[in-house]
C-alpha cells in the first residue's frame, strides 16, 4: 500500500470516527464519502467542494418530504397547513404542536429538504470556544449553535435552516467559510445549557439593573435599622409614654382612614364601571388576523400532588395549540416533580425547562432562565395549582391586539376553586375578591402603579426584556415588576377573565405565605425608595404617592393594627396608656372611625362575592374582622426575615384540597395529541 493509499485509508477512519450515527447505526450525515474525506484532509485546496453559504435551491418542501419518507399523511399535511394559514408559523411548528411529527423525524426531514447533514449534538457536543466567539445570546435568539471547525471552515448547526442567511450574516469573520448542518433544537438547546449553564443562571439571577433590584440588600444595614427603631419607639414608650401611644396611634389611624378611603374608592368605580361595561370582543378560531404565539411559564417546585391536575387543565385551554408553548419549569434536583411530569404523558406543545442550581433558588429565578427558551412574543405565567378559563388566551390576545403599546401587562382575576373547604378559605377567597375585582383595577382607573399578583399574568415579551425580566431576588417579584413597569411609563390592565387557584386553608402555612409576601412588600418599597427624588420624577406625583398607600401603608397598617387594637380595653372599662389624657369627644371619634372603617370593609366585601357561585360567602364576610389579625402575626415574621435571611422563599405547598372536576365542568376539554416529554425546546 502507498503512502497516499495509508494516508486516505487514515484520513476515512477519522472521518468515520468523526460522524455521529443514529441510534440504529446508520450515519446521519448525508454527505458523499468523498466530500467527507475532503472536509478533513486538505492536501489540494483547488479540490475542496464549495461551502454552502446559501441554504441550497429546494427540490420539494417540508411537506412534500415527509409525505414521501412515509412520515406525514397528505390529509395531515393538508391540515396542518390549513392551521398555518394567517400565522407567522413555519410548517414544522404546527406539525409538532400538533404531535404529526417527532422533533428527530423533522429534523431529519429538513436535512433532505437542504441536502444538507444532520448532526447528533447530544454524541458529538459542540466547540464551546465558538460559542463563545458567537455570543450564547445569539445562539438562544436565532436557534444554531456553531458546531465544529474543519480546516478552514466553520459548520453551523441550525434547527431552522431558513434562518441561516441571516444567521450567518452576524457570525466572526474570523469563522470564516461556513457550512450549514441541521440538528434537532431541542438538542441545540440543551447543549448550550450543558456547556454554558454557570453563565445561563448567572445571568437569571442578574438580569434585573443592580439599581432596581434587592440583591444588593444591605442585611446589616437592614438590623441596624430595624433595632435602631425598635430601640427608638422602646426609649420613647419608656420615657414618654403617653406621648409614644399618641404617635403610634395617629399613624395607625391614618393608614386606616387612607386604605379604606382608597377601597371605598375603588368600589365606586366598580360600581360605576359595570353599570356601563361594554361587551368584551374575543378572537375566535377562526379569525382571520394573525395572532401571536403565546409562551406560558409554570414554575414547579415538588409538585407531586399539583403537576398531573396542572397538565389536564392547560389542555382545556381553546387558543390553537400550535401557538401555545407551554413550558414547566423545574429545578435540577427536583427529582419529585421531573418524575411526576414523566408519568403525566407531555402533549407536544408542552415541554420541561431544567434550571440548573445557582445562588438563590426563587420562582423569579425560575422565570428569568426560562424566558431565553420561550418562543412567544407574548408571555404568560401561571402557578402550578392554577385552572385558568378556557377562553383565556384569546381574550388575551384580543386585548393586546387592541391595547396601545404602552400597556405592557395585562393581569387576570384570581379566584379559588376549594373556598367551602373551611372558615379559612372562604375569609381567603373573599379577600381576593375583594383585591382582584374591585381594589385592583380601581387603583388601575385612579391611575396608580398596579403591585401585579403571581400569577396569569401577561407580558409583551420586548417590554419585558427591556425591563430585565423578574428580580430573582425579590421574593414578591410580581408587585416589584409592576412597579418597575410603571417607571418606565408602562400601563397594566385588569382582564375580566378568572384563573382559579387552591386557597390556603390551614393556618400555620397561610402565615408562612403571607409572611413571604410582606417580607416581599418591605423590600419592593426599600428597593424603590433607594432615591425618592427619582422615583417621583419616573413616576408621577399620583402614581408616586400610591405607592406609599399601597405599600407603606399596607405594612404600618399591619404592624401598627395591635395598637387600634388596644382602644378594645376602653369599650370593656379597663385601663389604656392614653385613658386618662383623651378627652370623650376623641375616644367616641375614634369609635366612629372604627366603626366606618369596618363597616365600608363588609360592603365592599360583599360587593366583591355578589357574582354567581360565591354569594354564599357573604355571610363570612363579617368574620373577616377575626381573620386579618393573622396577618399581623404573618407581618411580625416576614419583618424579621428580613435581617435573617432575606432571600429565603418560604414554599408554599399545594394539592392538599382535591380539585372537584364539577367546578370545571364550564370548560371544554380540547382533543390534544401527546407526544414524548422534550427537555428545554423544540424548536422547528
Not at 384580543?398 to 396601545?404: L, V, Y
Not at 369596618?598 to 355578589?610: D, F, K, P, Q, Y
Request: glycine share 6%; with cysteine.
Amino acid at each position: 500500500m502507498t503512502d497516499n493509499s495509508h494516508r486516505s485509508f487514515a484520513f476515512a477512519e477519522v472521518a468515520r470516527k468523526f460522524l455521529p450515527r443514529t441510534d440504529d447505526g446508520a450515519e446521519i450525515i448525508a454527505m458523499r464519502p468523498l466530500d467527507r474525506l475532503r472536509l478533513i484532509h486538505r492536501p489540494r485546496l483547488e479540490l475542496l467542494p464549495e461551502p454552502i453559504l446559501e441554504p441550497p435551491p429546494r427540490k420539494s418542501g417540508l411537506g412534500e418530504k415527509l409525505v414521501d419518507m412515509g412520515i406525514l399523511r397528505p390529509e395531515d399535511l393538508l391540515a396542518a397547513r390549513k392551521a398555518r394559514a394567517g400565522t407567522a408559523l413555519r410548517l414544522g411548528d404546527v406539525l409538532l404542536a400538533r404531535g404529526f411529527v417527532t422533533p428527530y423525524t423533522l429534523a431529519r426531514a429538513l436535512a433532505k429538504v437542504y441536502d444538507t447533514t444532520l448532526v447528533d449534538l447530544r454524541r458529538d457536543p459542540p466547540d464551546v470556544r465558538l460559542i463563545d466567539a458567537v455570543g450564547l445570546d445569539a445562539c438562544l435568539r436565532l436557534g444554531f449553535v456553531p458546531w465544529k471547525r474543519v480546516g478552514d471552515t466553520t459548520i453551523i448547526a441550525c434547527a431552522c435552516p431558513d434562518r441561516f442567511a441571516r444567521i450567518r450574516s452576524g457570525l466572526p469573520e474570523s469563522f470564516g467559510a461556513c457550512r450549514m448542518v441541521v440538528a434537532q433544537g431541542n438538542e441545540i438547546d440543551a447543549a448550550l445549557v450543558s456547556l454554558r449553564h454557570r453563565r445561563m443562571v448567572t445571568q437569571a439571577e442578574t438580569r434585573v439593573a443592580e439599581d432596581m433590584s434587592c440583591r444588593t440588600w444591605d442585611t446589616v444595614g437592614a438590623a441596624r435599622l430595624w433595632l435602631t427603631l425598635a430601640g427608638a419607639v422602646a426609649l420613647v414608650l419608656l420615657t414618654a409614654p403617653t406621648a409614644a401611644w399618641a404617635m403610634l396611634t395617629g399613624w395607625a389611624i391614618l393608614t386606616l382612614i387612607v386604605n379604606t378611603g382608597v377601597k371605598l374608592a375603588a368600589a365606586v368605580i366598580h360600581t360605576r364601571r359595570h353599570r356601563h361595561a361594554a361587551p368584551i370582543r374575543v378572537v375566535g378560531p377562526h379569525d382571520p388576523r394573525r395572532r401571536p404565539v403565546v409562551s406560558i411559564l409554570v414554575p414547579l417546585y415538588r409538585e407531586r400532588e399539583i403537576a398531573g391536575r396542572l397538565v389536564k387543565r392547560l389542555e382545556r385551554l381553546t387558543y390553537p395549540r400550535e401557538l401555545l408553548d407551554i413550558c414547566l419549569i423545574v429545578e435540577e434536583d427536583d427529582t419529585l416533580t421531573q418524575e411526576t411530569l414523566s408519568n403525566a404523558r407531555l402533549p407536544a406543545w408542552m415541554r420541561q425547562i431544567t434550571v440548573p442550581r445557582g445562588g438563590v433558588r426563587t420562582k423569579p429565578r425560575a422565570l428569568n432562565f426560562a424566558l431565553d427558551f420561550a418562543r412567544g412574543t407574548i408571555i404568560g405565567v401561571y402557578d402550578a395549582e392554577d385552572a385558568p378559563d378556557a377562553d383565556q388566551i384569546d381574550r388575551i390576545v384580543a386585548r393586546f391586539a387592541e391595547a396601545p403599546p404602552r400597556v405592557a401587562c395585562l393581569q387576570g382575576m384570581l379566584d379559588y376553586y376549594n373556598a367551602r373547604t373551611n372558615w379559612l378559605s372562604r375569609c381567603f377567597t373573599i379577600e381576593y375578591a375583594t383585591w382582584f375585582r374591585i381594589v385592583l383595577p380601581g387603583m388601575e382607573k385612579m391611575g396608580f402603579a398596579v403591585p401585579l399578583g403571581g400569577t396569569t399574568l401577561f407580558f409583551r415579551r420586548g417590554v419585558l426584556e427591556q425591563l430585565g425580566g423578574w428580580d430573582a431576588h425579590n421574593v414578591t417579584e410580581d408587585a416589584d415588576l409592576g412597579i418597575r413597569l410603571a417607571r418606565l411609563g408602562y400601563t397594566t390592565e385588569l382582564v375580566e377573565t378568572v384563573t382559579k387557584e387552591e386557597a390556603n386553608c390551614r393556618v400555620w402555612p397561610w402565615i408562612k405565605q403571607r409572611s413571604r409576601w410582606i417580607k416581599g412588600y418591605a423590600m419592593t418599597y426599600g428597593v424603590h425608595m433607594r432615591d425618592p427624588r427619582r422615583l417621583w420624577r419616573e413616576l408621577g406625583a399620583r402614581r408616586f404617592w400610591g405607592v406609599q398607600i399601597v405599600f407603606l401603608g399596607t405594612l404600618s397598617h399591619l404592624i401598627l393594627a395591635p395598637v387600634l387594637w388596644s382602644y378594645w380595653l376602653l369599650a370593656f372599662g379597663l385601663p389604656h396608656p392614653l385613658a386618662e389624657v383623651m378627652p370623650g369627644w376623641v375616644v367616641w371619634a375614634m369609635f366612629a372611625t372604627f366603626l366606618t372603617a369596618e363597616a365600608i370593609n363588609i360592603a365592599v366585601g360583599m360587593i366583591a362575592v355578589s357574582t354567581p357561585g360565591r354569594r354564599f360567602l357573604k355571610l363570612w364576610v363579617p368574620t373577616l374582622h377575626v381573620y386579618f389579625p393573622l396577618a399581623s402575626l404573618a407581618a411580625l415574621k416576614g419583618l424579621g426575615e428580613i435581617v435573617r435571611k432575606p432571600f429565603f422563599w418560604d414554599k408554599t405547598q399545594h394539592g392538599h384540597d382535591d380539585l372537584v372536576e364539577e367546578t370545571l365542568a364550564k370548560f371544554s376539554p380540547a382533543p390534544v395529541q401527546t407526544a414524548q416529554v422534550i427537555p428545554i425546546s423544540s424548536r422547528s
